[in-house]
């Protein structure tokens, strides 16, 4: 037998990968996707054997059907139902309350309720946090004021500086009696087998988001929690872009400056945080977490400031933060504003982003110059001139790097949080993103965007159609891989 595959490995190989290939040729036939895409993707595993199946593999399979873990568990629970109740504004009154909420951002509020379960929250206290040192210093004084629970997610968690700073603080909240717990993902934290012991020995729970055997070679090649979410007492809340390192916080000896943007949230919104953390850790932690009244204390929050989680990922049944960012682009009527560090836009985004522009609306995207990434810089610069010929204006910021997440529309509407206009966002990995509707906070959201163009120089079309052809080459290369990036 050993002799025979020695001999014959050649083509035992191909027999291998072309069952392999009816298997995957039946499986797409009985998907109803895009016929082009279906023929492409048949073609590609027909002629090409083995790098067919690759290829299939990463950018062919449907990510959101193939569920990593059910979330019911939790959804379900009939106190998180009693409070999504009780947060839920009745569809008539909702048209009528307040006249900051326009008719388009109902309808996008019944889409998000619709997809994802996800309620409206009327009385919150948003606070819009830039960059990572006033982040910090704001979240270390509330952690030192908790009183029953710290509940942590976060990508990326180092023991540098700041992170020591943080986990030495949780430590010391949890000897207090504080219950503290920790999730963060495997691929992008690193934390020190000293510090994991610390941790342990002040009774901090911890897990890290689905571990992998060698972190640095995994890369972005599976399904990673790119969420940053921290719920003290269930009382107050903070996500978006800023994670726990070095690199995030602006020391006098930074060599690179780093723009990013964060919220606080005080008010109703944190209950649908705190359920999503739950949702998490259950996986995580691979036990059932006894959910009760104090996770959810009473709001006291009075003023008025309308707000809705949005998460999406694996784990939800549609796109949820890309199918509120393309509502919120096609219904504009005088500006989008967008700042995201990595644009690797899908077909929807571009289409509702060129249609928005080519109707008079005014689209605007903020970008870094020199990003952190070769493959995504170049990515990006891939579908530039796509936006251009739709006459939207787009900037490089050049004070730093800029990491901010953000859309602000009409004055009206913002969203702030961890999804990035990119394809591994919207349909790979674990985000979450909050929905402002508040005149007030979009007007302050449209003030930091306009101030970050100070920092910022618009891109010249006839200038860029001049770059080398080597440069088109990359960007031709480096599209080829944006589902992964």
Excluded at 120 to 129: A, F, H, P, R
Excluded at 269 to 278: E, G, K, R
Excluded at 410 to 429: E, L, P, W
């Amino acid at each position: 037998m050993l002799e025979f595959f020695s001999e014959y490995w050649w083509s035992t190989a191909i027999v291998i990968n072309y069952i392999l290939v009816v298997i995957a040729v039946t499986t797409i036939l009985f998907k109803s996707i895009n016929p082009t895409k279906t023929l492409t993707y048949i073609i590609v595993l027909l002629v090409f054997p083995f790098f067919g199946l690759i290829v299939y593999y990463f950018f062919g399979q449907e990510y959101r059907k193939n569920k990593i873990f059910n979330r019911k568990d939790v959804v379900n629970n009939n106190l998180i139902q009693s409070i999504n109740k009780e947060l839920k504004i009745d569809p008539e009154a909702l048209s009528n309350y307040e006249a900051n909420i326009e008719e388009d951002q109902i309808r996008l509020i019944h889409l998000l309720q619709k997809n994802d379960k996800s309620p409206l929250t009327k009385y919150n206290n948003i606070e819009i946090i830039i960059n990572g040192e006033n982040k910090f210093e704001k979240l270390f004084k509330d952690i030192e004021k908790a009183q029953q629970h710290i509940h942590i997610e976060y990508y990326i968690l180092k023991d540098d500086r700041i992170g020591t700073q943080f986990l030495d603080l949780l430590c010391k909240k949890s000897k207090e009696g504080v219950k503290v717990r920790l999730s963060f993902d495997d691929v992008g934290s690193k934390i020190s087998s000293k510090m994991k012991k610390k941790l342990t020995e002040a009774k901090v729970e911890f897990y890290a988001f689905m571990p992998v055997l060698f972190p640095r070679f995994t890369g972005k090649m599976n399904y990673r929690n790119h969420r940053k979410i921290v719920i003290i007492d269930g009382e107050i809340g903070y996500v978006g872009g800023v994670n726990v390192s070095d690199t995030y916080v602006n020391y006098p000896e930074s060599k690179t400056y780093w723009r990013d943007t964060h919220l606080k949230i005080i008010g109703e919104s944190v209950f649908t945080l705190q359920t999503q953390f739950l949702t998490n850790w259950n996986f995580v932690a691979e036990t059932t977490l006894e959910i009760n009244r104090s996770f959810f204390p009473q709001n006291k929050v009075k003023e008025v400031q309308p707000v809705q989680i949005a998460a999406s990922g694996p784990d939800t049944d549609w796109a949820n933060i890309m199918e509120a960012i393309f509502f919120a682009i096609v219904t504009a009527e005088k500006h989008v504003y967008i700042t995201t560090p990595y644009f690797i836009p899908n077909e929807q985004i571009i289409t509702a982003m060129q249609v928005a522009s080519k109707s008079g609306v005014d689209v605007r995207l903020l970008i870094p110059d020199q990003s952190d990434s070769w493959t995504a810089k170049h990515a990006t610069n891939s579908y530039l001139e796509q936006l251009f010929k739709a006459d939207i204006k787009i900037y490089r910021y050049e004070k730093g790097f800029i990491h901010a997440k953000t859309m602000v529309v009409d004055d009206v509407f913002t969203t702030i949080g961890t999804c990035n206009m990119d394809y591994r966002s919207f349909n790979i990995n674990f985000e979450i993103n909050a929905l402002i509707y508040s005149k007030a906070k979009a007007k302050e959201a449209k003030a930091i965007f306009i101030k970050d163009l100070d920092d910022a120089i618009e891109v010249n079309f006839k200038a860029w159609e001049e770059r080398s052809n080597f440069n088109r080459i990359q960007e031709a290369y480096c599209r080829l891989w944006a589902p992964l990036l």
